[in-house]
């Protein structure tokens, strides 16, 4: 029974993400459209809960009522059939809802709900541009994302579930006591009044508060996580006296905001404890009184002394609920501000799949400055014909890599337009865009999985033998298999650590050479491609490259000139503009930049200055 109320949500809808909405109502509807039905039941059930709990001190003072007067020889002939269905709702009827609303909330709500939030919200941000992941922290993303979904589904089931049971409640509270006697009504009402004064005057102090609390604690954790981030450094400076000072100002910092928050709750239950102190004190008083005058029986005076005990407990739970209802608001609204954002590059309506029958490219009258003014490329034009290998060499800073970010997408330009085999990359989906192109990078990052895993990420049905002959290609496949990670696993079963930090830089870079063998994509672009290998690997898998060139079109960006220089083309650029182009012999005989830039080079190196660097 239990597997089946939890089958009733599907935390994984396929249906394609939109943008979530920006106000914080329309934001969690947006994640709670789909599963409102089984919200509706459980507010349904609270309600009917919370109803028959206030009906049984009422059946409560006339039991009291019927035993001071009833005849002991009769009592269970006049009303056994009404103890019988008291009893039925007391045995079966509340547990029987207690154990369907906790079904509903447990099993089918509270697992799946976040589960469905966090689905959307990453299948949403996977597709970010990758302009708003070099803006944001990955961790602080994930964080938000995570802890976003818990506070939309705290925030939509307290206000369904908590403020509808005390609604009832404190109604029927109400409505049960005017109909023992008028005048023990009153001294609720008065209560009630005072309850919701102390959490108007409280409530937005003690969120004040919790905001302040919280940025304290994020300095305080930020500055012991950097502490623990760079401890080579403490050490090597001696310095964890200063470290421990550069903490404790943040914690003290942090201490300062607690110290007022406990002065809040102190006060606040000092008020709520005498409120219902006094309270007791005057429905008890007024009872008496009542009864002494012959309007009120026994049983009323139990029923209202009854309530007022029921009653102080719930203004403390409620007054907490509340609190914790501010605390994931704002966690909602902090998440929402993260995950709503629009998309700065979208698939066009209707966008194409990109087909690659021959792989010319063609830059036309491109500009691109990432959102400012100027000073990146302006007014570029170049063509790449079918098969065509073609250099590009500059300063850093030149837009060797922008070029790159711009074919695949990962920028929108904001002038011209770029074309593959005639196709305007803006009317295809990026995906088919990137399928087509193999690409490897100077700063190479690999999935903190698998070796296999990481090279079949280039085409996951690869088979086995496919893998490994793309690792050989690669000159990797010897040092994977002396791979060992620290739960035993070895080769190609071995994981490489987040970022693929347990590898050195040529191991990382071999890897990723290996998954572009696999993907064997007709446009290939290689950024700094080798950079990070030592001259004597470079040698040994220049002959592999070259083979994977083969057949395909090629834009190459390096800066040690040699690498490059067996190209068909070389295009020099200098400030966003060509200024060069030919074979490496035409222009090294000139007495152009690339000129200069050759000339610098000496075994090796290049002149600080003057380094050939991807920007």
Same mark, same amino acid.
Not at 199 to 222: D, K
Not at 393 to 408: C, D, F, I
């Given at each position: 029974?239990?597997?089946?109320f939890?089958?009733?949500?599907?935390?994984?809808?396929?249906?394609?993400?939109?943008?979530?909405?920006?106000?914080?109502f329309?934001?969690?509807?947006?994640y709670?459209?789909?599963?409102?039905?089984w919200?509706?039941?459980?507010?349904?059930?609270?309600?009917?809960?919370?109803?028959?709990?206030?009906?049984?001190?009422?059946f409560?003072?006339?039991?009291?009522?019927?035993?001071a007067g009833a005849?002991r020889a009769?009592?269970?002939a006049?009303?056994g059939?009404?103890?019988?269905?008291?009893?039925?709702v007391?045995?079966?009827?509340?547990?029987?809802?207690?154990?369907i609303?906790?079904m509903?909330?447990?099993?089918t709500?509270f697992?799946?709900?976040?589960?469905?939030?966090?689905?959307k919200?990453h299948?949403?941000?996977?597709?970010?541009?990758?302009?708003f992941?070099?803006?944001?922290?990955?961790?602080r993303v994930?964080?938000?994302?995570?802890?976003?979904?818990l506070?939309?589904?705290? &925030?939509?089931?307290k206000?369904?579930?908590?403020?509808i049971? $005390?609604? /009832?409640?404190? +109604?029927?509270? *109400?409505?049960?006591? @005017?109909?023992?006697?008028?005048?023990?009504?009153?001294?609720f009402?008065?209560?009630?009044?005072?309850?919701a004064?102390?959490?108007?005057?409280?409530?937005?102090?003690?969120?004040?508060?919790?905001e302040?609390?919280?940025?304290?604690?994020?300095?305080?954790?930020?500055?012991?996580?950097?502490?623990y981030t760079?401890?080579?450094?403490?050490?090597?400076?001696?310095?964890?006296?200063?470290?421990?000072?550069?903490?404790?100002?943040?914690?003290d910092?942090f201490?300062?905001?607690?110290?007022?928050?406990m002065?809040?709750?102190?006060?606040?239950?000092?008020?709520?404890?005498?409120?219902?102190?006094?309270?007791?004190f005057v429905?008890?008083?007024?009872?008496?009184?009542?009864? &002494?005058a012959?309007?009120?029986s026994i049983?009323?005076?139990? $029923?209202? /002394?009854?309530? +007022?005990?029921? *009653?102080?407990?719930? @203004?403390h739970?409620?007054?907490w609920?509340?609190?914790g209802?501010?605390?994931?608001i704002?966690?909602?609204?902090?998440?929402?501000?993260?995950?709503?954002?629009?998309?700065?590059?979208r698939d066009?309506?209707?966008?194409?799949?990109?087909t690659v029958?021959?792989?010319?490219?063609?830059?036309e009258?491109?500009?691109?400055?990432?959102?400012?003014?100027?000073g990146?490329?302006?007014?570029?034009?170049?063509t790449?014909?079918?098969?065509?290998?073609v250099?590009?060499?500059?300063?850093?800073?030149?837009?060797?890599?922008?070029l790159?970010?711009?074919?695949?997408?990962?920028?929108?330009?904001?002038?011209?337009?770029?074309?593959?085999?005639?196709?305007?990359i803006?009317?295809? &989906?990026?995906?088919?865009?990137r399928?087509?192109?193999?690409? $490897?990078?100077?700063d190479?990052s690999?999935?903190?999985?698998?070796?296999r895993?990481?090279?079949?990420?280039?085409?996951?049905?690869?088979?086995?033998?496919?893998?490994?002959?793309?690792?050989?290609?690669?000159n990797?496949?010897?040092?994977?298999?002396?791979?060992v990670?620290p739960?035993?696993?070895?080769?190609?079963d071995?994981?490489?650590?987040?970022?693929?930090?347990?590898?050195s830089g040529?191991?990382?870079?071999?890897?990723?050479?290996a998954?572009v063998?696999?993907?064997?994509?007709?446009?290939?672009?290689?950024?700094e491609?080798?950079?990070a290998?030592?001259?004597?690997?470079?040698?040994a898998?220049q002959?592999?490259?070259?083979?994977?060139?083969?057949?395909?079109?090629?834009?190459?960006?390096a800066h040690?000139?040699?690498?490059?220089s067996?190209?068909?083309r070389?295009?020099?650029?200098d400030?966003?503009?060509?200024?060069?182009?030919?074979?490496h012999?035409?222009?090294?005989?000139?007495?152009?930049l690339y000129?200069?830039l050759?000339a610098?080079?000496?075994?090796?190196?290049?002149?600080?200055?003057e380094?050939?660097?991807?920007?």
């Amino acid at each position: 029974m239990l597997s089946w109320f939890e089958k009733r949500i599907d935390p994984f809808p396929a249906e394609a993400p939109e943008q979530p909405p920006t106000t914080l109502f329309a934001f969690c509807w947006h994640y709670t459209k789909g599963i409102w039905p089984w919200l509706a039941i459980t507010s349904v059930l609270i309600a009917a809960i919370s109803a028959l709990q206030v009906a049984l001190f009422g059946f409560l003072g006339n039991i009291i009522d019927w035993l001071a007067g009833a005849d002991r020889a009769t009592f269970l002939a006049d009303e056994g059939w009404t103890l019988a269905g008291m009893g039925f709702v007391i045995l079966v009827l509340l547990p029987g809802l207690g154990l369907i609303h906790t079904m509903v909330m447990h099993q089918t709500i509270f697992g799946n709900y976040p589960m469905l939030i966090r689905w959307k919200a990453h299948r949403y941000l996977l597709g970010q541009s990758f302009g708003f992941y070099q803006d944001e922290f990955a961790g602080r993303v994930a964080t938000k994302m995570m802890q976003t979904a818990l506070g939309v589904r705290e &925030t939509v089931v307290k206000i369904l579930d908590v403020l509808i049971y $005390v609604v /009832v409640y404190f +109604v029927g509270t *109400l409505v049960l006591v @005017a109909a023992l006697d008028v005048r023990l009504m009153l001294p609720f009402l008065v209560w009630l009044v005072f309850y919701a004064g102390m959490l108007r005057y409280f409530l937005p102090r003690m969120r004040r508060i919790s905001e302040e609390q919280s940025n304290a604690r994020s300095t305080m954790t930020g500055r012991v996580v950097d502490s623990y981030t760079n401890i080579m450094t403490v050490k090597l400076f001696a310095h964890s006296g200063r470290e421990e000072a550069y903490a404790r100002e943040a914690m003290d910092d942090f201490l300062k905001t607690v110290h007022p928050q406990m002065r809040l709750t102190t006060k606040l239950n000092f008020g709520l404890d005498t409120s219902n102190s006094v309270l007791l004190f005057v429905v008890g008083a007024i009872g008496i009184w009542s009864w &002494t005058a012959g309007s009120a029986s026994i049983g009323a005076i139990a $029923v209202a /002394v009854g309530l +007022v005990l029921r *009653l102080e407990g719930m @203004a403390h739970w409620v007054l907490w609920e509340l609190a914790g209802l501010f605390e994931h608001i704002g966690m909602a609204i902090d998440g929402m501000g993260t995950i709503a954002r629009p998309r700065a590059v979208r698939d066009a309506p209707n966008a194409g799949t990109l087909t690659v029958p021959d792989g010319k490219i063609q830059f036309e009258n491109i500009r691109f400055h990432y959102g400012k003014e100027g000073g990146v490329i302006e007014d570029l034009s170049l063509t790449v014909a079918p098969g065509e290998k073609v250099g590009l060499v500059g300063r850093s800073g030149a837009g060797k890599s922008t070029l790159m970010n711009v074919l695949l997408r990962l920028y929108d330009l904001e002038g011209g337009r770029i074309l593959v085999d005639g196709q305007d990359i803006a009317s295809v &989906t990026q995906d088919s865009l990137r399928s087509q192109i193999g690409v $490897v990078t100077q700063d190479t990052s690999l999935l903190h999985r698998s070796v296999r895993d990481n090279i079949a990420y280039g085409k996951p049905d690869a088979s086995e033998a496919d893998i490994i002959a793309a690792a050989k290609r690669a000159n990797a496949h010897d040092y994977i298999l002396g791979l060992v990670d620290p739960q035993g696993r070895t080769g190609y079963d071995a994981h490489v650590g987040e970022r693929g930090v347990k590898l050195s830089g040529g191991q990382r870079q071999r890897i990723a050479i290996a998954r572009v063998f696999l993907k064997n994509a007709p446009i290939l672009v290689l950024d700094e491609a080798t950079s990070a290998l030592d001259s004597e690997v470079e040698a040994a898998i220049q002959e592999n490259l070259n083979a994977l060139m083969e057949g395909k079109t090629v834009i190459a960006i390096a800066h040690r000139l040699s690498t490059i220089s067996s190209l068909d083309r070389l295009v020099v650029l200098d400030k966003g503009a060509i200024v060069e182009e030919g074979t490496h012999a035409q222009l090294a005989e000139s007495d152009g930049l690339y000129a200069q830039l050759w000339a610098r080079q000496s075994g090796g190196f290049i002149d600080a200055g003057e380094a050939v660097a991807a920007e």
